[in-house]
């Protein structure tokens, strides 16, 4: 009976605050409380759960592994008292701010023209889309869904696969004219082959060459960030570039583009997930209404 006179869901707000605002003066003036009160609150916690949930300085606290765990808990517990509070209601219909995160090709050309269609499904939801190939901790950001390219890594993230795309090297013909058509991959040495400036999981170009597999890395006098810069590059005319055949399809049909090497091609393909958080079963409708939207609509 003792357990039932303590405040969990109060303690739980109270300590989420901390980590999220940095400190306990700051999640004092958000509740109204003194920061000793807050600090006192936080420990009576610790001493509860027999475990160190925040380590303390004078200028910052910062999660220990056992606090990052109950901190993603606790989010999750107090985003599902709020949504069944909101339901009861509301017949549960989806709504809320939902956080969305996606590669800047992926968003450009998939996710922001369904954006309306979504929304007029579910009018009392609020997004809030980040485009950007920086692979982001959904946990840190507070992001509800993110879309990725490539394989997945192991982690403690869900994942519902969107589909998967071909991958194409491709070109403007005004550099196809001033440089000539690669017939095969040793060819590449000659040309301009564009990429990124940050690490991937499969470092160089895959093509096939007298029955083996070799990677051809890029070269080329300009790198950048995502994969819609890069298009606009060879767009130009600056050189090759191999991307997702589903961001280069209207430029393939309306000629401002043409693949080469296809020949050469492995036909590997990328596969596109949404991945999310959802221990222990729980999955606010608002996020479960979005993956269902995206399986439903994605043709990639």
């Not at 300085?57 to 949504?83: H, N």
């Not at 160089?204 to 080329?220: D, K, S």
């Not at 949404?274 to 399986?295: C, H, I, K």
């Amino acid at each position: 009976m003792a357990r039932l006179e303590v405040n969990r869901s109060g303690e739980m707000e109270v300590f989420v605050r901390v980590v999220e605002l940095g400190g306990f003066s700051a999640a004092a003036r958000a509740f109204g409380m003194t920061p000793s009160a807050v600090s006192k609150l936080v420990g009576r916690l610790e001493s509860r759960l027999a475990v160190r949930l925040l380590n303390r300085s004078t200028r910052q606290v910062q999660l220990t592994p056992e606090g990052c765990v109950f901190y993603e808990r606790s989010v999750k517990v107090l985003a599902d008292l709020e949504e069944a509070e909101r339901g009861a209601a509301t017949n549960d219909a989806p709504r809320g701010r939902l956080s969305v995160n996606a590669n800047v090709a992926f968003g450009e050309h998939i996710l922001l023209p369904l954006v309306p269609e979504f929304l007029a499904r579910h009018p009392d939801i609020t997004l809030d889309i980040v485009l950007t190939d920086e692979v982001i901790d959904l946990l840190g950001l507070r992001t509800d869904v993110a879309v990725r390219a490539g394989p997945l890594k192991s982690s403690t993230l869900l994942a519902r696969k969107l589909g998967e795309t071909r991958m194409l090297i491709v070109a403007a013909p005004a550099y196809l004219a001033r440089h000539g058509v690669p017939s095969q991959a040793s060819d590449l040495a000659l040309h301009n082959r564009l990429g990124f400036n940050y690490a991937r999981a499969m470092e160089g170009w895959p093509l096939l060459e007298n029955g083996h597999t070799l990677y051809v890395a890029t070269n080329g006098n300009a790198q950048v960030s995502d994969g819609e810069a890069l298009r606009r590059l060879v767009l130009a005319g600056l050189g090759l570039a191999r991307l997702a055949a589903f961001q280069v399809k209207d430029d393939l049909a309306a000629g401002r583009l043409k693949t080469v090497l296809e020949d050469c091609n492995p036909g590997d393909a990328e596969k596109v997930h949404a991945v999310f958080l959802g221990q222990g079963g729980y999955l606010p409708s608002r996020v479960r209404a979005l993956l269902d939207f995206l399986v439903e609509k994605v043709r990639l």
